[in-house]
């Protein structure tokens, strides 16, 4: 640790100088008082995560689970920021807001002693925010919080998926929170959004209903709830009702099913039509974090692993 020289007239007028003083660039200065260094990222190819349901490659995660193989990499500094601040949101809508507090349903943890609040018989507190203390270690209610509804299972998919909230309103049904900063040409909702959502609804059902929450959830429909980020008088809140068709999720549970089966019968199936069209340089393929180790299996036709 490095210790700043203060004089003793310093001492006695609460004035320092400090080796940052001199700094005029705001750039500069945040990137020298603050840690504004890039952020470590590490993914294991276990399970599909649902938010990247829309666009994740089954051959890639197959080739990743079976190799042992899992994402390394760096983000910078200011796209770590635009993820912080969608947390952050979300934090809020769940934890502080009160446009949600009454429809915002589901289970809180006590942050003192961690456990999850639970009903006078020993079962989980399914609900609103608690507004009384801990029952277990008496912590003030202010030290709860919203504890998202999480999944991770092996069948009848692999997948995992941390869900933004149940929404009761007449009846309960499962919301999703997005921050945005403007509209996109294309109108709300996104596509890969409704995807997402579409995807919590179907995958909630395939649960045992041992880890399910205690109140019938209806799936038929859920809420898309885009937050606006910047001051607006009409689309603060844009909330889209999404009902999942067939023709939506079949896409997605036959590549959830590949990833599924290429984990249990150790065989990966090609399945890169697309990457093969630009030669694994483009689309896709671009952006995979796997491309060269596809393409060598590929070429070499490797098929059991
Ligand atoms: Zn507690």
């Not at 938010?51 to 079976?66: D, M, N, V």
Request: charged content about 25%; glycine content about 4%.
């Amino acid at each position: 640790m490095k210790f700043l020289r203060t004089t003793v007239e310093e001492k006695e007028t609460g004035k320092n100088t400090t080796q940052y003083d001199n700094i005029k660039d705001p750039q500069i200065l945040s990137s020298q008082l603050l840690n504004t260094k890039k952020s470590f990222r590490y993914k294991k190819y276990t399970h599909i995560r649902i938010s990247e349901i829309h666009s994740f490659c089954p051959r890639e995660y197959a080739l990743g689970f079976l190799t042992d193989t899992s994402q390394k990499n760096f983000v910078d500094f200011p796209l770590q920021q635009q993820f912080d601040l969608g947390s952050a949101i979300h934090f809020w809508v769940q934890n502080k807001s009160k446009v949600f507090k009454d429809v915002l349903y589901g289970n809180f943890k006590c942050l003192a002693c961690q456990r999850l609040r639970e009903n006078k018989d020993g079962s989980l507190y399914f609900g609103t925010r608690p507004n009384t203390p801990c029952p277990f270690c008496g912590a003030n209610q202010q030290a709860t919080e919203y504890n998202e509804f999480m999944f991770r299972v092996d069948e009848p998919y692999r997948v995992v998926g941390k869900m933004d909230a149940i929404i009761f309103k007449e009846a309960y049904r499962i919301g999703d929170f997005k921050s945005y900063w403007q509209r996109p040409p294309s109108g709300f909702p996104i596509g890969k959004d409704v995807i997402q959502l579409a995807s919590y609804m179907y995958f909630y059902d395939q649960l045992p209903d041992e880890i399910k929450f205690p109140v019938k959830i209806d799936t038929s429909c859920g809420y898309l709830h885009y937050i606006s980020k910047k001051f607006t008088y009409s689309d603060s809140i844009l909330t889209y009702p999404i009902r999942p068709t067939e023709k939506m999720i079949r896409p997605i549970i036959n590549n959830v099913a590949i990833f599924t089966e290429a984990v249990k019968t150790r065989t990966i199936q090609a399945h890169l039509n697309y990457c093969l069209r630009s030669e694994l340089k483009k689309d896709r393929a671009k952006d995979c974090y796997l491309s060269d180790l596809c393409k060598e299996y590929y070429y070499n036709n490797v098929v059991k692993c």
